[in-house]
């Protein structure tokens, strides 16, 4: 499950539970139209228990993508997708938003 929230130049993609390949697509996509409008995109993903790790991939091309709040289970999954030296991961959302 995911949901989208704005806050002022930030956009916040919340999962939660299990993400399947699709929906990480439609993450994928999200963040991309969104750092395509100039806003700083975060992924938090601090209640996200498993991910589809071939869809983790697909996070690889939003470029300047900030992922808040993974486990190390979630954060090694995103790196066995190939996105792990494409996504930068902090503790929260708040970190990951004032993040020069």
């Known amino acids: ?5 704005e806050r002022d130049e930030v956009t916040v993609i919340v999962g939660q539970g299990e993400i399947s390949r699709e929906e990480l697509a439609v993450i994928a996509d999200l963040a991309r139209r969104a750092r395509a409008a100039g ?9 996200v228990e498993h991910l589809h790790y071939a869809g983790a991939a697909l996070l ?10 993974a486990s190390r289970y979630v954060r090694d999954l995103v790196a066995a997708g190939g996105a792990g030296a494409h996504v930068e991961h902090f503790d929260d959302v708040d970190d990951a938003t004032q993040a020069a």
């Open 1 to 5: 499950m995911i949901d989208v929230r």
């Open 60 to 69: 690889r091309d939003v470029p300047g993508l900030r992922a808040a709040g």
């Open 39 to 47: 806003r700083r995109v975060v992924v938090d993903l601090k209640r």
